[in-house]
């Protein structure tokens, strides 16, 4: 099969495409022909050697869609989707014409989505998932503040916050645009800017003075004192990374006067396994039209695969798709 590789870090020239065995299946595995895989920012990351645990050689790619060809006699034929924390890193990932997998990691694609839509999905919202229900249990009438509501984690947790009656609040640097999710369902924008306090202020204006109670920082680190401020009593701030610094300073007094609360995230600690079960639970909402990922706006082929990960690393709006 033919597939992206590398085996030194660095920037999108490292990837290769390289001729590889096809895989096969063995008890408990099956194999899938991938009809489309998204480059998400944590794919560009890890080719350039950010991301911890990378075995090298490596494929990369977390997120993929396709078709069951080698496996349990029941699945295949059958379109699925997945991601997980350890494609692309321990094992090889999904920027390839096949990819193997376990048999407890086939999920199927909802019919809704093509295969290329379905590829855009995975890391997003199943971190989305994870933050705003599993970890900060975002609750029906509460409100949740959304930094980074422009990219791809952001508009999951803005449609996520909807379906459990949250009203929701958005910060960027620039608005959704016009037609995506977030676009439609944010009730509020505020504009982000290196004043942390004026940030907070707004939106605390917005929220009556009371702040939020839960907020979901999807940038990190330049945002974050921006996102304590914004917490209201008792809030829970969601945290997933970290740019422009890995360090932040807390005012510790204001923090547990207002006994607040502080969780990580890490979609990377779930297996493709795993994440396969979070993608069960979100099929659903998709089938109902209730969930929409980004649009697809660039679509490049193998042989194209470092101007893929060139488009991301230029920050390009919306999904970036490579079609094997």
């Known amino acids: 099969m033919r597939a992206l590789r590398f085996d030194q870090f660095g920037g999108p020239d490292v990837l290769r ?3 590889l065995p096809d895989p096969l299946a063995t008890d408990g595995t099956a194999v899938v022909a991938v009809r489309a895989a998204s480059v998400n920012p944590s794919d560009l990351k890890n080719v350039a050697g950010i991301m911890e645990g990378t075995v090298l050689p490596r494929v990369p790619g977390r997120d993929f ?6 496996g349990p006699p029941q699945w295949r034929g059958v379109e699925v989707w997945g991601t997980g924390g350890d494609v692309g890193f321990t094992l090889d990932g999904s920027h390839a014409e ?14 809704a989505l093509s295969f290329e839509e379905a590829s855009a999905v995975g890391v997003n919202f199943v971190i989305g998932w994870l933050g705003a229900v599993e970890i900060a249990h975002l609750s029906r009438g509460e409100t949740v503040v959304v930094f980074g509501i422009s990219g791809g984690v952001g508009g999951a947790v803005a449609q996520i916050a909807r379906t459990r009656g949250a009203r929701v609040l958005g910060v960027d640097r620039v608005p959704p645009a016009d037609g995506t999710p977030a676009a439609e369902i944010i009730d509020a924008f505020v504009p982000f800017t290196p004043d942390a306090d004026a940030v907070a202020d707004t939106l605390l204006a917005h929220t009556g003075g009371r702040g ?3 907020v979901y920082d999807a940038v990190g680190g330049v945002t974050t004192a921006a996102a304590l401020a914004s917490l209201a009593q008792r809030g829970r701030l969601v945290v997933i990374s970290a740019v422009g610094t890995p360090t932040v300073e807390i ?4 923090f547990y006067h207002r006994e607040a609360r502080m969780l ?3 979609s990377r600690k779930l297996d493709v396994t795993e994440s396969a079960e ?10 109902r039209g209730e969930f929409r990922p980004l649009p697809v706006a660039h679509q490049f082929g193998l042989d194209e695969g470092h101007k893929a990960y ?15």
């Not at 869609?65 to 080698?70: E, K």
């Not at 096949?98 to 019919?111: D, E, G, H, S, W």
């Open 212 to 214: 939020a109670e839960v």
């Open 65 to 70: 869609a396709g078709i069951v060809v080698d």
């Open 98 to 111: 096949y990819i193997r997998v376990p048999v407890t990691a086939l999920a199927r694609k909802p019919a």
């Open 310 to 324: 060139t488009a991301v690393a230029e920050q390009v709006s919306g999904r970036v798709v490579i079609v094997p």
């Open 278 to 287: 979070r993608l069960a639970v979100l099929t659903p909402y998709f089938e």
């Open 17 to 19: 495409v390289a001729e």
């Open 251 to 254: 005012n510790l007094p204001d």
């Open 264 to 266: 990580g995230a890490d």
